[in-house]
């Protein structure tokens, strides 16, 4: 099952991710798609993540472990 993502971005931006993308992709149908799961892959897979930044963020006594149940029970 796919997942939907919506963003809305700046028209410029927009216009020279999709000449990027087509010009990667062939212009065929799905390039967007390919591009912007190869993107997102991408990003995901960087690890450039400030964890120190964001310890302490979230004000809740239950352990880590205990949150990302309560958010994967909320999705299901």
Known sequence: MAE???AEIKPALARKFRK????????KKGAMK???EDLIR???????VD?????GS???KASS?????KVWVSID
């Open 58 to 60: 979230i004000k809740s």
């Open 4 to 6: 939907v993502i919506k």
């Open 51 to 55: 964890w120190k930044a964001l310890r």
């Open 65 to 69: 472990v205990e949150l990302q149940h």
């Open 34 to 36: 390919a591009a912007l």
């Open 42 to 48: 991408r990003y995901v897979s960087s690890g450039n």
């Open 20 to 27: 990027v993308a087509m010009e990667k992709y062939k212009y």
